[in-house]
């Protein structure tokens, strides 16, 4: 039996233990849930860079008690010169995923943890930054151990890597590191003291800006220090859900938030009572259908936006819909996949404070371009931008389509959860599968978060789009899914291609419960 991590004191869960620990000392200092995670965030950044960094983007939810949960929108727009015209003129029928032209929006997750400090200020004591970023900075200098995940990621991308400006130098200076090779990352460290010298501003206002956008333009890249310049995090209101089990929130757009909310909220209608077998699976995928239909057409930056995404969450929409669904056969499939790689991590503090919070680079080493003297490696969020016309059709100081959501829910019996996971595709399905588990089912939420999970759609780089579920489902299910008409593809047990979840979840009477993927390197540090 698999049980969850539970303690008194706060708690941070993260995809690699170096993160997770980063954020618990925060804690032990006497810093609150938010800190902790800025702490968290600096530190994954460096010890799990194929995933995520500071040249991406981040989402924020933050839950504190007696308030309504608040969100954070911390992912940048694209440049002033990213223009069709622009792409059109270098030979591109489609935006490219890797190298200076895939490096065409803003990072925003320094920009958020400006922000989410900012709005922490009101819970009083507020621990200076060179504190809050001291682990991250150690490790790039002093070097970590280099993870299975890297070690693969690094070796089947090499190709389309090895030759993007500052990459092989940061990353792999004398060939394809193996795993356990100690990665120390000298200019990052110095990014990083920089931002605690100066202040979070630096990156987008400063110094760091000027070595920034020098850089990115040297490499080829459109964007320039005036878009650094303009870009501010901002605090929105999160999108909702109700359900028989309390109320969830999620980011709304341009994240696919949405689509999170809509598959739970379409599987509360479902009448299923019993986890982990067909009914089980077959509802959570075919209520995802429903909801990656909306998400294809509409989602994109809501100032673009002709609909209100949270029109789709209402009571009537939501039944609608369900009407939809077949509880014994598979809808066609399937619509267009949305692909990204990305962390997870959840924090919570002795006064009750949840924080769910999520950071990307979107592919593997992002756009692979690392801006001289910085250590920096840029996204490549705006490579889900199309030339054609479209909800996600690129013009210049518009927002992507992201994948990222975090998730953050308040139940009746009085608990506070945040749960997520990487996973591009799969990030809204991986939520779905752990929130049924463990709040609609009881499972436990180490259970719930271990268990053998799904994906209907592509990530990690697969371009299929058919229903693959990991070998640990029982064969008797599997069956049952393709009699229904699945396209189902059995995948090895606890593979990377069905994300790094995690949750961390405060209970009434003060115990923090937390669970952490064994598909990662992370574990739940607790006080």
């Given at each position: 039996?698999?049980?969850?991590?539970?303690?008194?004191?706060?708690?941070?869960?993260?995809?690699?233990?170096?993160?997770?620990?980063?954020?618990?000392?925060?804690?032990?200092?006497?810093?609150?849930?938010?800190?902790?995670?800025?702490?968290?965030?600096?530190?994954?950044?460096?010890?799990?860079?194929?995933?995520?960094?500071?040249?991406?983007?981040?989402?924020?939810?933050?839950?504190?008690?007696?308030?309504?949960?608040?969100?954070?929108?911390?992912?940048?727009?694209?440049?002033?010169?990213?223009?069709?015209?622009?792409?059109?003129?270098?030979?591109?029928?489609?935006?490219?995923?890797?190298?200076?032209?895939?490096?065409?929006?803003?990072?925003?997750?320094?920009?958020?943890?400006?922000?989410?400090?900012?709005?922490?200020?009101?819970?009083?004591?507020?621990?200076?930054?060179?504190?809050?970023?001291a682990d991250a900075i150690r490790h790039a200098q002093a070097g970590v151990p280099i993870t299975r995940s890297q070690h693969e990621l690094t070796r089947d991308k090499w190709s389309?890597?090895?030759?993007?400006?500052?990459?092989?130098?940061?990353?792999?200076?004398?060939?394809?590191?193996?795993?356990?090779?100690?990665?120390?990352?000298?200019?990052?460290?110095?990014?990083?003291?920089?931002?605690?010298?100066?202040?979070?501003?630096?990156?987008?206002?400063?110094?760091?800006?000027?070595?920034?956008?020098?850089?990115?333009?040297?490499?080829?890249?459109?964007?320039?220090?005036?878009?650094?310049?303009?870009?501010?995090?901002?605090?929105?209101?999160?999108?909702?859900?109700?359900?028989?089990?309390?109320?969830?929130?999620?980011?709304?757009?341009?994240?696919?938030?949405?689509?999170?909310?809509?598959?739970?909220?379409?599987?509360?209608?479902?009448?299923?009572?019993?986890?982990?077998?067909?009914?089980?699976?077959?509802?959570?995928?075919?209520?995802?259908?429903?909801?990656?239909?909306?998400?294809?057409?509409?989602?994109?930056?809501?100032?673009?936006?002709?609909?209100?995404?949270?029109?789709?969450?209402?009571?009537?929409?939501?039944?609608?819909?369900?009407?939809?669904?077949?509880?014994?056969?598979?809808?066609?499939?399937?619509?267009?996949?949305?692909?990204?790689?990305?962390?997870?991590?959840?924090?919570?503090?002795?006064?009750?404070?949840?924080?769910?919070?999520?950071?990307?680079?979107?592919?593997?080493?992002?756009?692979?371009?690392?801006?001289?003297?910085?250590?920096?490696?840029?996204?490549?969020?705006?490579?889900?931008?199309?030339?054609?016309?479209?909800?996600?059709?690129?013009?210049?100081?518009?927002?992507?389509?992201?994948?990222?959501?975090?998730?953050?829910?308040?139940?009746?019996?009085?608990?506070?959860?945040a749960y997520g996971t990487m996973g591009g595709e799969g990030q809204p399905q991986t939520q779905a599968a752990v929130f049924t588990r463990h709040v609609l089912f009881g499972q436990?939420?180490?259970?719930?978060?271990?268990?053998?999970?799904?994906?209907?759609?592509?990530?990690?780089?697969?371009?299929?789009?058919?229903?693959?579920?990991?070998?640990r489902v029982p064969a008797a299910t599997i069956d049952a899914l393709r009699q229904a008409g699945h396209e189902v593809q059995v995948v090895e047990e606890y593979t990377d291609m069905?994300?790094?979840?995690?949750?961390?979840?405060?209970?009434?009477?003060?115990?923090?419960?937390?669970?952490?993927?064994?598909?990662?390197?992370?574990?739940?540090?607790?006080?």
């Open positions: 039996m698999l049980y969850s991590k539970t303690c008194l004191g706060g708690m941070v869960t993260a995809p690699h233990h170096l993160a997770a620990q980063a954020g618990a000392q925060i804690l032990r200092e006497g810093g609150n849930a938010v800190e902790a995670m800025v702490a968290a965030a600096a530190a994954i950044a460096v010890v799990y860079p194929h995933m995520n960094g500071i040249g991406g983007d981040g989402f924020w939810l933050i839950s504190e008690p007696g308030r309504e949960p608040v969100a954070i929108r911390a992912c940048g727009p694209s440049a002033a010169l990213a223009t069709k015209a622009f792409y059109a003129g270098h030979g591109y029928s489609a935006v490219p995923t890797r190298g200076a032209h895939a490096a065409l929006t803003v990072a925003g997750a320094v920009g958020g943890w400006s922000a989410a400090l900012d709005y922490a200020q009101r819970f009083g004591r507020a621990l200076p930054l060179p504190v809050l970023l389309e890597l090895k030759d993007q400006p500052g990459f092989a130098a940061t990353y792999a200076a004398t060939g394809i590191p193996a795993q356990g090779a100690v990665l120390k990352q000298p200019a990052l460290a110095a990014s990083l003291s920089r931002l605690a010298e100066a202040g979070l501003d630096d990156f987008y206002r400063g110094d760091l800006a000027a070595t920034l956008a020098a850089g990115l333009e040297a490499a080829g890249s459109p964007v320039r220090r005036a878009d650094l310049e303009a870009f501010h995090a901002q605090i929105v209101q999160p999108l909702m859900v109700q359900l028989r089990s309390g109320r969830v929130y999620n980011l709304p757009p341009p994240t696919q938030g949405v689509s999170a909310l809509m598959i739970i909220g379409l599987f509360d209608r479902l009448g299923i009572t019993e986890a982990d077998g067909f009914a089980h699976i077959h509802g959570l995928v075919e209520a995802t259908k429903r909801a990656f239909i909306l998400r294809n057409k509409h989602v994109t930056d809501p100032a673009h936006m002709s609909v209100d995404a949270a029109h789709w969450l209402l009571a009537d929409a939501l039944d609608q819909e369900a009407r939809q669904i077949h509880l014994q056969q598979a809808a066609p499939w399937p619509h267009p996949a949305k692909p990204g790689d990305t962390i997870w991590m959840g924090a919570a503090d002795a006064q009750g404070r949840v924080v769910s919070y999520i950071q990307s680079i979107f592919w593997e080493f992002g756009s692979g371009v690392v801006p001289a003297d910085t250590g920096i490696v840029w996204q490549n969020r705006g490579a889900s931008f199309t030339l054609d016309d479209g909800a996600n059709q690129l013009q210049p100081g518009k927002l992507p389509f992201h994948t990222l959501n975090p998730s953050l829910a308040r139940l009746e019996d009085g608990r506070t959860l436990n939420l180490q259970a719930a978060v271990s268990a053998p999970r799904w994906l209907l759609g592509r990530t990690w780089g697969d371009v299929s789009t058919n229903l693959k579920v990991e070998g069905m994300g790094h979840a995690g949750a961390v979840c405060v209970h009434p009477d003060g115990v923090i419960e937390g669970a952490t993927d064994p598909r990662a390197d992370g574990v739940c540090a607790g006080l």
